[in-house]
């Protein structure tokens, strides 16, 4: 593909009253002063020039992602008064901005050459650089994944070594629509570099990332849905073509890779998309409230948020239909058959459990002969009591129950015998009758987690985010965790949660501050937040994004019926031929 660097530079054009001239990168050619321009203003607009963002970033999306993460938690440990990659204690704009100029670092705004030049650091507050930065890091940021996406594209997907290796359906189970992925980034990174060599006082980026978000973001939808696939038939390539295997090993080793894995590549696409909701966010914390900023903001997250809820959706659609209907394959109904396949029903969790039965004395709570082995299946609206067959490939269904009819008492409290046990009470089963089930597991947490999943509405040890308490318990994941089962949380490095739950055998539950997703995941993959100012603000920011999305969105249920009001007109730098 051709350079986008060399594509923007003539669209980085000088306008006066009656004088239209294109900016020479190399001799920058001088304007007429308006009546009423600024030293300053002509400074600023004078210092537009090929910046060449596109060719001087040199730091693959995958690096930067990771680097940027990593920032956040040094940031926070800092402020938190533990022992750093640095040392000293520094206000936290300025850390933010050193940490920013680390290895594997984008470049920062203001140490572009044309930004010293303009003399725009000595009249800027802190705050206003800040903000200057957080856009400029969308754009740069923007650079080093279509870097790494022009890598995907030469070093794997054009690359002979693979496609003579490969059938064509293969070829498309492994890159999907990643081509439209491409020309997506292109255009958004075309404009995005023009705004920037129009002024080097960034004006806004919002505009443009709502723009290009409702026309032409549809296309990583597609491709996060098909994922799923590509993952699978990925595997089945590697099991059986020997060839592929081989040449994929060689291109990963490659110092152009530098050692990353031809997966992290193929995955890039929604690592963007939920980067860039967050990367707008961060714009939105910044701006100023009730100004013509914080309204692209607050239109370019939402839209942002449907892209990304919709491929959580797709996927999860598609995972969970495959689910049930596998569950339904190793279902034997003992007398009422219950339709498993539903639209509208999905796995929440599975596993087994200890029926307790018999007289309940301290000599028969230690024998074996009480407990008797039950699979439970808990979906979102039906819960099934089953028991496993001795080839343990198939289960009779024994009990069924609405999930809404379902009760739960802990019996922690009645002695260490039964601190794993709790009562699951059915008022309604599949007989219309109230029965109940004394059920122990494994661990103190196996328990809390089947208690939550089973009675969700029950309170939890710590109140919801929802509840805006001032100083609630927070954790920042500092290692990523991939769920292993349906009621877990997958968490990613530099992610804020409230706690909801904590076991004493290392599990908590937590809710994310900036998506509002729940689920379980392993205490040594996170640290607590200890400063109350730090807790504070994440709190206060979380509220500001909320409250300003809700005040959007009951603006434009009030204006209906009235003529609807304009959205940012924004006007591509590009054509398509």
Same mark, same amino acid.
């Given at each position: 593909m051709e350079e986008l660097s060399e594509r923007?530079?003539?669209?980085?054009?000088?306008?006066?009253?009656?004088?239209?001239?294109?900016?020479?990168?190399?001799?920058?050619?001088?304007?007429?002063?308006?009546?009423?321009?600024?030293?300053?203003?002509?400074?600023?607009?004078?210092?537009?020039?090929?910046?060449?963002?596109?060719?001087?970033?040199?730091?693959?999306?995958?690096?930067?992602?990771?680097?940027?993460?990593?920032?956040?938690?040094?940031?926070?440990?800092?402020?938190?008064?533990?022992?750093?990659?640095?040392?000293?204690?520094?206000?936290?704009?300025?850390?933010?901005?050193?940490?920013?100029?680390?290895?594997?670092?984008?470049?920062?705004?203001?140490?572009?050459?044309?930004?010293?030049?303009?003399?725009? @650091?000595?009249? %800027? !507050? $802190?705050?206003?650089?800040?903000?200057?930065?957080?856009?400029?890091? *969308?754009?740069? =940021?923007?650079?080093?994944?279509?870097?790494? @996406?022009?890598? %995907? !594209? $030469?070093?794997?997907?054009?690359?002979?070594?693979?496609?003579?290796? *490969?059938?064509? =359906?293969?070829?498309?189970?492994?890159?999907?629509?990643?081509?439209?992925?491409?020309?997506?980034?292109?255009?958004?990174?075309?404009?995005?570099?023009?705004?920037?060599?129009?002024?080097?006082?960034?004006?806004?980026?919002?505009?443009?990332?709502?723009?290009?978000?409702?026309?032409?973001?549809?296309?990583?939808?597609?491709?996060?849905?098909?994922?799923?696939?590509?993952?699978?038939?990925?595997?089945?390539?590697?099991?059986?073509?020997?060839?592929?295997?081989?040449?994929?090993?060689?291109?990963?080793?490659?110092?152009?890779?530098?050692?990353?894995?031809?997966?992290?590549?193929?995955?890039?696409?929604?690592?963007?998309?939920?980067?860039?909701?967050?990367?707008?966010?961060?714009?939105?914390?910044?701006?100023?409230?009730?100004?013509?900023?914080?309204?692209?903001?607050?239109?370019?997250?939402?839209e942002l948020e449907r892209i990304v809820k919709e491929c959580n959706e797709g996927v999860r659609k598609m995972s969970r239909t495959q689910e049930l209907i596998s569950i339904e394959k190793t279902l034997e109904f003992k007398s009422k058959s219950v339709p498993v396949i539903s639209h509208s029903r999905w796995l929440l969790k599975k596993g087994e459990v200890q029926q307790m039965s018999g007289p309940k004395s301290t000599r028969t709570m230690r024998s074996r002969k009480l407990y008797h082995p039950i699979y439970l299946f808990l979906f979102n609206n039906l819960l099934l009591i089953t028991k496993r067959s001795s080839s343990g490939e198939k289960y009779q269904v024994l009990d069924s129950c609405s999930r809404s009819m379902l009760r739960t008492e802990d019996l922690e409290d009645q002695g260490q015998m039964l601190a794993c046990a709790f009562v699951l009470k059915l008022l309604e089963n599949q007989e219309d009758r109230e029965v109940s089930y004394m059920l122990k597991t494994e661990s103190i947490s196996d328990k809390l987690r089947w208690i939550y999943a089973l009675t969700p509405n029950r309170r939890t040890r710590f109140l919801s985010t929802s509840a805006h308490q001032p100083d609630s318990a927070q954790v920042q994941c500092i290692q990523s965790y991939s769920s292993q089962e349906p009621d877990e949380l997958s968490v990613e490095m530099a992610d804020v949660l409230h706690i909801l739950e904590c076991t004493d055998d290392g599990w908590m539950l937590g809710e994310r501050l900036h998506d509002g997703e729940r689920g379980w995941f392993p205490i040594r993959v996170v640290e607590r937040i200890k400063s109350a100012e730090v807790r504070a603000q994440n709190l206060k920011e979380c509220q500001r994004i909320q409250q300003a999305q809700e005040g959007a969105q009951g603006s434009r249920a009030a204006s209906r019926g009235r003529r609807p009001a304009k959205s940012p007109q924004y006007t591509p730098t590009w054509t398509d031929l």
């Open positions: 923007t530079t003539s669209a980085c054009t000088m306008q006066d009253n009656d004088i239209h001239t294109t900016a020479d990168p190399d001799n920058i050619t001088l304007r007429l002063v308006r009546n009423g321009d600024s030293p300053q203003k002509m400074a600023v607009e004078n210092s537009c020039r090929n910046l060449n963002i596109v060719k001087s970033v040199d730091v693959l999306y995958q690096e930067y992602r990771d680097t940027s993460k990593q920032q956040e938690i040094e940031q926070r440990r800092q402020r938190d008064g533990l022992p750093t990659a640095g040392s000293g204690v520094t206000a936290v704009p300025t850390l933010q901005l050193q940490l920013r100029n680390s290895m594997h670092s984008l470049s920062l705004w203001q140490n572009l050459e044309a930004v010293k030049d303009s003399g725009l @650091l000595k009249t %800027l !507050e $802190t705050k206003e650089t800040i903000l200057q930065e957080a856009m400029f890091e *969308l754009v740069t =940021s923007e650079a080093s994944y279509y870097k790494s @996406l022009e890598l %995907l !594209e $030469t070093h794997f997907l054009r690359n002979p070594l693979l496609v003579n290796t *490969l059938s064509q =359906s293969d070829m498309h189970f492994l890159f999907s629509n990643i081509e439209d992925i491409m020309k997506a980034s292109e255009r958004f990174l075309m404009d995005l570099e023009h705004r920037i060599e129009e002024s080097i006082l960034i004006s806004d980026v919002c505009d443009i990332v709502h723009f290009h978000a409702v026309n032409h973001f549809q296309v990583f939808i597609s491709y996060v849905i098909n994922q799923a696939y590509q993952e699978k038939n990925y595997r089945r390539i590697l099991q059986e073509n020997a060839i592929f295997r081989e040449n994929i090993s060689i291109l990963e080793k490659q110092p152009k890779v530098k050692g990353l894995s031809f997966t992290s590549f193929l995955i890039l696409p929604f690592q963007r998309i939920t980067r860039l909701k967050l990367l707008v966010q961060n714009i939105l914390k910044k701006v100023e409230e009730n100004s013509e900023s914080e309204k692209t903001a607050i239109l370019a997250h939402q």
